[in-house]
């Protein structure tokens, strides 16, 4: 199947190196993702994440329908307000995870953010349970209509700012507004996945140009490779890999995202989530930094008194810290900050401590 | 365009060796630094170790990938550049120079002979 190019593909072809994610042909690096990560944790960078799927639901029974397909409160958003949340299965295992947005000014109307390659699958999953529960909304596939970028770093608001009408200052984060910005209509949203303030911006697919070429000036480009870097340093989850529902299904109390789950409200998984809130996790999702020298990956074993106890999802070498990180399971009884374990780096086990997460001090 | 030196030799596999007869000092190219970008950690074998034409002698990392080094000659490490594991940077900065790996005692030439030429290794990363 051919790969989906971003709407910026020929904008920055000829800057940037390529890889295939989640059925898009994405730029995974520009100068360097040391430079890349780095500009975003002092300055400012701006990355095109077109690849993330955009469903819009609307209509008299809307929020009735993302309330019982989505884990976290709906009802507690205001127009213009989101939420981090999660799609799960009967088993309460994470199909996906999501922002929900309730859109400014408007009641009955949101927009929830798939990841990359998963817009078709959630849009199939609430057509048919509207279907099958007989609800008054509309659902629709957008994601080819719009494109996205991400404006992050400490000088994000200043910059963002200066392009746009409105005064995007008294934003709180999750906040959306819809405004100008270089002259294009879009949602302006201060959320984003770096642990830096920032903002994301939707606009028509068509009109992106501007935007970029607008922030192109003051903001380094940023390709996958550093947002997979400043996410994993915050600890934060990567669809597909950090949980799956068929290589790695986890619920959300083992994904230490519990705080995404509402079970006063009535979800697909709700009943089987609500067990394991009951009974506690067997497994708790924890960061390890390795105290010798080698980069875990992930796949790689974690070792405790020479048997295998978990493995690692996610590792890299922390551009901010200068030390190899890692996401992964381990037993909770082994989840404790300071537990020392060992990591299977290519078969030599290497000294490794659980630390807690974020990696680095949160903004 | 990247740096292929002609006082050196090349293997497919992005590895260079030189030689002058007896000792013969090994790294990766300019091209395949930069395929790697951000080089963050290097894995060499031991003073004393002996390493084989075509096999693994190693792993270089970068942020994004992870990619196994192919000995371009056989023979008995002599030195080992540690250097790289504190300055794993020096790979990309100086895949020629600083950044080199190991020196290796070779027993004859006819390894390093065939290897590929500068031009022929530029055509193939053309």
Redesign the interface.
């Known amino acids: 199947m051919a790969l989906r190019k971003p709407p910026l593909y020929d904008v920055y072809a000829e800057d940037a190196t390529f890889t295939e994610f989640g059925g898009w042909d994405m730029p995974?690096?520009f100068e360097?993702?040391?430079a890349e990560h780095e500009a975003v944790r002092e300055s400012v960078g701006i990355f095109d994440v077109s690849h993330m799927g955009e469903i819009v639901v609307s209509g008299p029974d809307a929020t009735a329908l993302m309330q019982r397909l989505t884990s976290n409160d709906v009802e507690a958003l205001s127009p213009g307000a989101s939420q981090y949340s999660t799609i799960t299965e009967e088993s309460g295992a994470i199909v996906d995870d999501t922002i929900v947005y309730r859109l400014p000014e408007e009641e009955d109307r949101f927009l929830f953010v798939p990841n990359a390659g998963h817009d078709e699958e959630a849009y199939r999953r609430w057509v048919d349970h509207r279907d099958e529960w007989d609800l008054d909304a509309d659902v629709r596939n957008e994601t080819d209509a719009w494109a996205m970028v991400a404006v992050q770093g400490p000088d994000a608001v200043e910059t963002v700012d200066r392009a746009m009408d409105a005064d995007v200052t008294p934003l709180s984060w999750g906040d959306m507004i819809e405004t100008d910005v270089a002259g294009v209509r879009s949602y302006v949203s201060r959320t984003g996945y770096t642990g830096e303030d920032g903002f994301e911006i939707l606009c028509p697919t068509d009109d992106i140009e501007p935007i970029w070429s607008a922030f192109a000036e003051n903001c380094t480009p940023c390709g996958l490779?550093s947002r997979?870097?400043l996410r994993t340093e915050m600890g934060f989850l990567l669809s597909g890999q950090d949980f799956d529902p068929d290589t790695e299904p986890r619920n959300p109390y083992e994904a230490g995202i519990g705080w995404t789950v509402a079970l006063d409200t009535d979800f697909v998984g709700r009943d089987a989530l609500a067990t394991v809130a009951e009974a506690g996790v067997e497994e708790t999702f924890v960061g390890l930094v390795l105290r010798e020298?080698?980069?875990a990956?992930h796949g790689h074993e974690i070792v405790a008194d020479g048997d295998v106890v978990g493995h690692v999802t996610s590792g890299?070498?922390s551009?901010t810290l200068g030390e190899?990180i890692a996401l992964g399971y381990v037993p909770t009884s082994l989840s404790e900050p300071g537990t020392e374990l060992s990591i299977a780096v290519?078969g030599q086990e290497k000294r490794a401590e659980i630390v807690p997460t974020p990696f680095i001090e949160d903004n | 365009m990247f740096e292929v030196p002609t006082d050196r030799k090349y293997q497919e596999s992005h590895e260079y060796a030189t030689t002058d007869g007896e000792t013969a000092t090994v790294g990766i190219t300019d091209f395949a630094q930069d395929e790697l970008?951000?080089v963050?950690?290097v894995?060499l074998p031991a003073v004393g170790d002996e390493i084989t034409h075509g096999e693994e002698f190693g792993?270089v990392?970068?942020?994004?990938a992870?990619s196994d080094l192919y000995a371009p000659v056989s023979g008995t490490v002599t030195a080992v550049n540690e250097d790289l594991?504190d300055r794993p940077e020096l790979v990309n900065e100086e895949p020629y120079g600083d950044g080199w790996m190991l020196e290796v005692e070779v027993g004859d030439d006819s390894e390093f002979d065939e290897l590929l030429s500068a031009d022929e290794y530029r055509e193939q990363t053309d």
């Open positions: 995974v690096e360097s993702i040391r490779g997979d870097t020298r080698g980069i990956r890299t070498m551009p190899p290519r | 970008g951000d963050v950690f894995e792993v990392e970068s942020i994004k992870v594991f």
